[in-house]
């Protein structure tokens, strides 16, 4: 029996919560004496496969094809049912993103697997998985084993540590007869300008109510994309209506682990510190020094936002500059 990680990719450039999947692979592999199977679907992404062997994986299968070009569930489920099959696999991880949740849930249905999704913490004792996951907008956490022969598990991004632990990669190219997909994607129409993704970004400027109104939001973006990062914010931000939910970080919205996270005008709330705790550096600016953020930041700004984040935006312009 071997773990299969599915190794996400877009545009033939691996998501961060690839690397993650296989480190988490190979960290249960390790417990459990076996290896880790990595898996690449796409249309040319042999290219990027042996990066998949610096965080543990022995053996990358590369599935190459026109019509896995874009994403399908249909088209990747044949894929990595293939390699299950293949390859024995029992347990087969995968990354909770948009993508990784819809190929996780056929993959399970197909092999009539249990499936654990948004997982947050996996335990090995005597061979058997113990499976942490939120539950109830993450009031709650569940710990749940999973009974059929094959469990599959999609990873909560940003949660475990992608590490390199590399090992002798054999890469092979894997051919497979396509049925036919049903629904194809035709077109990806990405979002106007160069917005960075929250959850891949390793700058963070996130934002709570201190900003006081919606019209002094650009200030956070203005910073964030000054310093080439993404911008959050805070529930309280979200549920006012200020921003949508895709930029809410914290339990109920996305987990983040920036190397810089700049949180302005946030209480520092326990649902918030959920989701951007791990983050390297903290950065806190907030008017109240008694404000519980500046408890976890490593550097604090005791003051106004308004008049912070100008001057702040302004240095990191005229540092770029030099
Ligand atoms: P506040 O708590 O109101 O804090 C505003 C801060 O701004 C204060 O510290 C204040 O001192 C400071 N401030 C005010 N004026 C200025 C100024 N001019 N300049 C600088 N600083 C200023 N929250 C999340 O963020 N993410 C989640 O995923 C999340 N999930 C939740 C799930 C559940 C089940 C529950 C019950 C709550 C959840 N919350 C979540 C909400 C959380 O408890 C807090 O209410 C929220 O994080 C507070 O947002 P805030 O820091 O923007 O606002």
Redesign the pocket.
């Known amino acids: 029996m071997s773990i299969i990680a599915f190794a996400e990719q877009r545009n033939n450039t691996f998501r961060k919560a690839a690397f993650e999947t296989v480190s988490e692979a190979k960290r249960l592999a390790d417990k459990l004496g076996t290896q880790v199977i990595a898996v690449i679907a796409g249309s040319s992404v042999s290219g990027i496969a042996a990066d998949l062997g610096k965080f543990g994986a022995a053996k990358v299968y590369v599935i190459e094809d026109s019509a896995l070009a874009n994403y399908s569930t249909e088209g990747y489920t044949q894929a990595l049912e293939e390699v299950i099959k293949k390859e024995n696999g029992k347990i087969v991880l995968l990354a909770a993103t948009a993508m990784g949740k819809d190929l996780s849930s056929r993959v399970a249905a197909r092999f009539k697997a249990g499936l654990a999704s948004d997982v947050t913490a996996i335990s090995v004792d005597g061979g058997k998985l113990t499976i942490t996951r939120p539950m109830m907008?993450?009031?709650v956490f569940q710990k749940i084993s999973i009974s059929t022969d094959i469990q599959v598990i999609s990873l909560r991004p940003n949660i475990f540590r992608a590490e390199e632990n590399a090992v002798p990669a054999s890469i092979e190219k894997l051919s497979i007869a396509l049925r036919p997909i049903r629904a194809r994607v035709k077109e990806v129409i990405a979002e106007s300008g160069k917005k960075v993704e929250l959850s891949e970004a390793d700058i963070i400027v996130s934002?709570?109510?201190?900003?006081?109104v919606p019209e002094n939001w650009h200030m956070v973006v203005s910073l964030a994309e000054s310093l080439g990062g993404a911008h959050g914010?805070?529930?309280?931000?979200?549920d006012a209506g200020w921003r949508p939910h895709e930029e809410?970080?914290?339990?109920?919205?996305k987990t983040v682990s920036p190397k810089l996270y700049i949180a302005?005008?946030?209480?520092?709330?326990?649902?918030?510190l959920?989701?951007m705790s791990s983050s390297k550096y903290i950065v806190a600016?907030?008017?109240?020094p008694e404000?519980?953020?500046f408890k976890v930041a490593d550097y604090g700004i005791v003051?106004?936002?308004?008049d912070?984040l100008p001057v702040m935006t302004e240095k990191v312009k005229a540092m770029k500059g030099k």
């Open positions: 907008a993450g009031k934002g709570g109510r201190g900003l006081k914010a805070t529930r309280a931000v979200v809410q970080v914290g339990q109920t919205g302005v005008g946030i209480s520092g709330a326990i649902q918030h959920a989701g600016i907030n008017n109240d404000a519980p953020i003051g106004d936002a308004t912070i």
